[in-house]
């Protein structure tokens, strides 16, 4: 967040509204990790009979759920509550399933989310400097 403050003192030269602008600048940045984090790494599916329970394996952190059709087509979970057994037959649904990230992806996510990190501090401090050699060169 450094590279990014940096960045825009430099380009909008107000020491509040870069504050403020860098402040947004790391929300925005958190919601969109947050919103790619699950396909960054590929997830693990569990199944089970559509109306029997399915659990999250210990450590696991969940990154999806719903049905299994015949033909293998996913649906959301809220197309059929779990004991509408009529709702699941009319749709086709055979399976729950669940999409997760067992506790030894942790790491490899961590590493991901990193790089993606570095690479875009990279380009602020490489943007600081161009900024600041055509105001100062």
Not at 46 to 54: D, F, I, M, R, V
Request: glycine fraction near 12%.
């Amino acid at each position: 967040m450094l590279a990014f403050g940096a960045l825009a003192g430099l380009v909008l030269r107000r020491t509040v509204t870069a504050m403020f602008v860098t402040v947004i600048g790391y929300g925005a940045l958190v919601i969109a990790l947050n919103t790619v984090r699950n396909d960054l790494w590929p997830t693990r599916t569990g199944t089970s009979a559509a109306g029997s329970g399915l659990r999250l394996p210990h450590g696991a952190s969940d990154a999806g759920q719903g049905w299994l059709t015949s033909g293998g087509k996913r649906l959301p979970a809220g197309v059929c509550p779990d004991s509408a057994s009529d709702c699941l037959a009319g749709k086709g649904i055979t399976l729950r399933y669940l999409d997760y990230h067992p506790a030894s992806h942790f790491w490899p996510l961590q590493l991901v989310e990193t790089g993606i990190l570095l690479v875009l501090a990279a380009a602020a401090v490489a943007l600081a400097f161009r900024v600041l050699r055509r105001h100062h060169g």
